[in-house]
């Protein structure tokens, strides 16, 4: 008996780590978490500063310091701000596009047997493409400016977001639909009521990797196709020879990455508590 309730209690505690509640023990863990991070960044600063005293070079290792003083000006300066901002629009319109797209034919390709054998080897091809392969094409067919970034934020996003959903769709249990169907569902019923709760987690996962790949792939993209966008100041940077600057923009890049990713976390919980509740 012990040991049941150890058990118990180690899962309810686990799931209000998870659900974000759960009083003091809940806190305590968000704090513990939270000294993790600051850990991991002494040792990833630490590591740093040991290459930059090793080096010797600001232009092959700036230092943190550095880094940090150029991070600073960046967060302030309008011309960063302003092409971030075309970037993060580029990246909203291509996601947004590939969630039009990559949701519809998932759900699709889950539920029709026939359709997912038709379309499986055309999807797993393509995606195989290297993404730095479409680039001169799209330049060719969009010119420069948004079209091709567009383009390659929705082609890197479309596949993580169909083959999620697909995943989600065929994992629904049998029982479910038996069950909806006992009970006189309809056919839209099945889908609003059993299909669509089931599957928020697994589409919500596929925008996660959708939106991790564009935002890294419109950076690529932006190196070549553009003369505009956040890309396009790190290649400035880069040639001036301003590595600390070049350095302070890859850092801003990953938090707005984080910022963004933490966004669809938040979304996955509001959409789909009822994971959380159980």
């Known amino acids: 008996m012990a040991s049941a309730g150890s058990s118990l209690v180690d899962r309810v505690g686990d799931e209000e780590i998870l659900t974000g509640t759960g009083g003091v023990d809940g806190r305590g863990a968000r704090g513990r978490q939270s000294w993790w991070w600051v850990l991991s960044l002494i040792i990833v600063f630490g590591v740093w500063?040991?290459?930059?005293?090793?080096?010797?070079?600001?232009?092959?290792?700036?230092?943190?310091?550095?880094?940090?003083?150029a991070l600073g000006e960046a967060v302030v300066d309008p011309i960063v701000l302003t092409n971030l901002g075309i970037t993060v629009r580029r990246v909203l319109i291509g996601f947004v596009i590939s969630m039009a797209i990559g949701v519809p034919v998932g759900y699709l390709m889950g539920h029709s047997p026939r359709?997912?054998?038709?379309?499986?080897?055309?999807?797993?091809?393509?995606?195989?493409?290297?993404?730095?392969?479409?680039?001169p094409l799209s330049i060719i067919w969009f010119g420069l400016g948004d079209g091709p970034t567009i383009f390659i934020i929705t082609f890197v996003g479309v596949f993580a977001i169909?083959?999620?959903?697909?995943?989600?769709?065929?994992?629904i249990p049998i029982e479910l639909f038996h069950a909806a169907r006992s009970m006189g569902a309809s056919r839209s019923g099945l889908f609003r009521d059993v299909v669509l709760p089931a599957t928020v987690p697994d589409v919500v996962t596929g925008a996660r990797l959708?939106?991790?790949?564009?935002?890294?792939s419109v950076i690529c993209a932006e190196f070549i196709a553009t003369s505009a966008g956040y890309g396009y100041l790190m290649v400035r940077a880069q040639s001036m020879m301003a590595t600390d600057r070049l350095m302070a923009l890859m850092i801003?890049?990953?938090?707005?990455?984080?910022?963004?990713?933490r966004g669809l976390v938040y979304a996955n919980r509001q959409l789909a508590k009822w994971r959380y509740l159980t």
């Open 252 to 261: 801003l890049g990953a938090l707005v990455g984080f910022l963004i990713d």
């Open 210 to 216: 959708a939106l991790g790949a564009a935002w890294g």
């Open 49 to 69: 500063q040991v290459a930059a005293w090793r080096y010797d070079s600001d232009l092959l290792m700036p230092q943190p310091v550095d880094a940090l003083r």
């Open 115 to 135: 359709v997912g054998e038709v379309m499986d080897p055309l999807i797993n091809t393509f995606r195989q493409v290297p993404i730095m392969a479409w680039v």
């Open 162 to 171: 169909i083959l999620s959903t697909v995943a989600g769709v065929r994992a």
